[in-house]
């Protein structure tokens, strides 16, 4: 058994949240003391999104400011403004289209698209795929708040829809949130990181692969131009082809857009990232040691872009388009966005432009940020031609 990764210094949390973590830590105890160490994707999942303790689940705040983390919706309406152009482009092919949004988060894209959409662009629906059923109920307060005129067309979905649809898929950081398994290369052998109750909390333990997990592991490291050393762990998302299959299984015609954090497969299993893409947010201060206050800490991964290339193939997905979030916003008409800021008061476009930067510079979300399109059924035309990756093609990077 080896030990967790070194401690961090972290704010303490009030009693009453350090209870609600000691909870699920005693649930997640309790499963590995019945049925042994278990893989990391299971402890990620009760660790997310354990019923009324998981850190999606219980009704704590995690967006913006007073939370954890900031999302690019949650810095301004510049990001729901531009990839609205990009949604009108490919509603404008479909005689009607709708739009699902999967993990809404707080419900603020939501509310900045429907305001962004003209109204001879309007999608006739608004559907909103949330597992979190408190962040439902956010969602519901925000756009109520904001979009009380568009209430009649948005509803929730608990799971994707079985009927077909056409229209556009939005998922923005919510491949991160997916759970990962963890490998540890020992020489040519790769061993599967679990979770085992240690002494003083969580610990990693080594242990046999199981065979499917094995097989793909082997796949990825099979392509990549240097073998990893002795001691290389990292993450890999075996749950992604199943993700993607039941959430666009129905879409008939339109694209479904993805935005996150990621890399194509070389630069994700790059040398140097011996210790893999976790990170974890608490109060704006990112670590990577997940074991930290399960329940009040978010936990996410990277995403290898090639693995979703490759999941969409097998979805019978098109890959229309592939870019850098900065790229992408300026393919959807961003300097259009910037110059209706001269008509703001000096205060307020000062602001805009701090949310522009934050959203495009190559060290904040320009380039760690990226985008994917997956189309079915689209024309060739509009297909190959997306205006968000009309600038930068990156799908020879794949
Ligand atoms: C990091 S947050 C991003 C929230 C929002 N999209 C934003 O950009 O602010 C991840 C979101 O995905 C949701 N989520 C995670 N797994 C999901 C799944 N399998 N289906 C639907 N939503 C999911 C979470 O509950 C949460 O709303």
Redesign the pocket.
Known sequence: MCSATSRVILPEPPQELKSLSEELTDLIRKKIHQCGPISFSDYMEMA??EPGMGY??AGLQ??GEGGD??????LGDVFARCLAKQIEQIGDELDHYEII??????G??AADLLKALQDSHAPTHYRI????AH?RQV?RETLARNVPQWMDRISWLEQ?PEAGWQGVL?????L???AVERFHCAGKDIKQLRVANGRDGFAWQQADCPEAMRDRVEIVLAGLQDPPADGYQSEINTLLPA?LQT?TASLEKGTALF?DYGYPRHEYYLPQRFNGTLICHYRHRAHDDPFVWPGLT?I?ASVDFTALAEAAHGCGLEVSGYTSQMMFLLGCGLEGVISSFQSLPERDRVVKNIEVRKLTLPGEMGERFQVMALSRGLSENLGENLCGFAPSDLRHRL
């Open positions: 997310l999104y999606y689940s995690k967006f983390f900031v999302t690019a919706p949650q949004e999967a993990g809404a988060g707080s603020v894209l795929l949330e597992r979190s962040l969602q994707p939005v998922a923005n950081e919510v991160d949130a997916l993700w959430v935005l978010d996410s």
